[in-house]
């Protein structure tokens, strides 16, 4: 039985370990530490006591950025990506957001599909976005429009 709840300091060990299997260029521990103590919007998704997941945003105005969504390679096509997406989503609309922005790497099939699932566009591109040790990468900007309380649209149903 998998449930959200905010993340709490004491996750940023657990988190850490899963962002470091998951990204080529992983968040250190903390940069997690200050979006919790800044007040970003950041949740996990657990299965009894074990982290499964966690997703991070950050809202400026009427923009809610999504900075982090990630699940745990043990834990993934189970649909906690997409129900942490779905929840992210709906809390950026109680706090007000009217759209919402992310970006991706253009090699990430699953995030690409993920994010089209729920209804992000892609509608830029940015050079150089991703630095590396040989060539940098560039990311998709997509976007999404979010209402305040109301139901996502979803592919998903
Ligand atoms: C992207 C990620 C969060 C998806 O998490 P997940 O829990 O496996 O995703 P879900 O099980 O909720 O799948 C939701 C949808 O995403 C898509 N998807 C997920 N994994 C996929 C894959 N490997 N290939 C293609 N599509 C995939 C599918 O459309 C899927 O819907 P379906 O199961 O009905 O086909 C996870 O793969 C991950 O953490 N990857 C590494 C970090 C990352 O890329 N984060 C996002 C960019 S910052």
Redesign the pocket.
């Known amino acids: 039985m998998f449930r959200l709840r905010r993340m709490r300091e004491s996750d940023l060990l657990k988190v850490r370990d899963i962002e470091r299997v998951?990204?080529p260029l992983p968040w250190r521990l903390a940069y997690f530490r200050q979006a919790v103590r800044r007040g970003w919007c950041c949740w996990v998704i657990e299965d009894a006591q074990t982290v499964a997941?966690y997703g991070v945003i950050q809202i400026v105005r009427h923009q809610a950025h999504i900075m982090?969504?990630?699940?745990a390679p043990h834990?993934?096509?189970?649909?906690?990506?997409?129900?942490m997406l779905r929840h992210l989503l709906r809390e950026a609309g109680r706090q007000g957001a009217r759209w919402a922005r992310l970006e991706?790497r253009p090699s990430?099939?699953?995030?690409l599909?993920?994010y089209g699932?729920l209804g992000f566009k892609a509608r830029g591109y940015i050079r150089h976005y991703y630095p590396g040790p040989g060539a940098s990468t560039g990311a998709l900007v997509m976007t999404r429009r979010v209402q305040r309380g109301s139901k996502l649209r979803s592919s998903?149903g």
């Open positions: 998951s990204h997941g982090s969504l990630t699940v834990y993934r096509h189970r649909g906690l990506g997409i129900r991706v990430s099939q699953a995030a599909s993920l699932s998903h």
